[in-house]
């Protein structure tokens, strides 16, 4: 089985979930499957080619998961993004609308050092407010977004065009367009 088929058959749908309307893309089953999960992780470290990464930032929750060991494999430094009100020290924030609700996230302001070439990893871009906001709070630090890599991308929300107009020299990749 090629890589897409195999995130394809460990990605399942919840219907109506966390809300009414909503088609919950549930990666469970690809995080448990050490296959699906390791070709996954060496696919998004693949993606950096022999292009410097200093750190690889991952968006709360699951996001952590797969930018952790994407760092490690790529030999860069991991910082987490989180939720409003987790971090410790000082941060900057960035509140942002997402395809179910708002949230506001969180990075500490000396995560990054100013000129460090960061990647982004989460696992679904749907509106692109999550990785817009990741984006910002980057760029706040004075670090520079080398690339953003998704899992999935939601095509029908239409996430990647609007991020290509916004960010028109930031490469957006995702291994999946549903
Ligand atoms: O493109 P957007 O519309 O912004 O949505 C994408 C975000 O939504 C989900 O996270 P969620 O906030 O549900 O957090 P979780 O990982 O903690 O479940 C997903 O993991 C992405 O981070
Ligand atoms: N439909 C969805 N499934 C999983 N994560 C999401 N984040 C935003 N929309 C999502």
């Not at 309307?21 to 022999?50: M, N, R, W, Y």
């Not at 760092?71 to 991991?78: I, L, V």
């Amino acid at each position: 089985m090629d890589l897409h088929d195999l995130l394809v058959s460990r990605i399942r749908d919840v219907p109506d979930w966390p809300k009414a309307g909503v088609v919950f893309k549930d990666i469970s089953p690809l995080l448990a499957d050490h296959d699906a999960f390791t070709a996954l992780v060496d696919a998004f470290a693949g993606q950096c080619g022999e292009a410097r990464v200093d750190k690889v930032a991952g968006i709360e929750a699951r996001g952590f998961i797969l930018a952790a060991p994407v760092a490690y494999r790529a030999g860069a430094g991991f910082v987490p993004v989180r939720k409003q009100g987790k971090l410790p020290r000082a941060t900057f924030a960035e509140s942002y609308d997402l395809e179910y609700g708002s949230a506001t996230l969180e990075v500490h302001q000396d995560a990054f050092a100013p000129g460090d070439r960061v990647l982004v990893i989460d696992d679904v871009l749907a509106t692109g407010g999550t990785v817009a906001a990741t984006v910002e709070l980057v760029r706040r630090s004075g670090a520079d977004v080398v690339g953003v890599s998704v899992l999935m991308e939601l095509g029908f929300l239409g996430a990647a065009a609007k991020l290509a107009g916004r960010y028109p020299d930031l490469p957006i990749r995702s291994f999946l367009t549903i």
